[in-house]
């Protein structure tokens, strides 16, 4: 639902998992990336890890948009060098806004 939405602003490639995500950006690095914790394999928060860790994809600002809450999960995303950490259910509207916001500042120094 939420890349269906995002697509009618953005340009969207999507990932089944985190291996996929990390071989896609090997071929196209991206304005940014909007992750779960929740994923098949190497999960959000790995995921955000090695963005961080790749000189290619360091600077790349991350959404983690997930169903878990509280101040745990956020505070791991954040160690992770997750930049925004979103709760659903979340308003698409809500989601484009930040996405928009953070891909045309991108990420913070």
Excluded: W
Aim: proline residues 6%; negative net charge; glycine residues 8%.
């Amino acid at each position: 639902m939420y890349a269906e939405f995002l697509g009618l602003s953005f340009e969207v490639l999507q990932a089944r998992d985190g291996t996929q995500a990390l071989d896609a950006m090997q071929q196209r690095v991206p304005a940014l990336v909007i992750t779960d914790f929740s994923l098949p394999g190497i999960d959000g928060f790995e995921l955000t890890r090695r963005i961080r860790v790749n000189a290619s994809t360091q600077h790349v600002p991350v959404i983690c948009l997930s169903g878990y809450s509280g101040d745990r999960y956020e505070e791991q995303a954040r160690q992770v060098g997750c930049d925004r950490v979103l709760e659903k259910p979340c308003l698409p509207d809500q989601l484009a806004k930040v996405a928009r916001e953070m891909a045309e500042r991108g990420r913070p120094a």
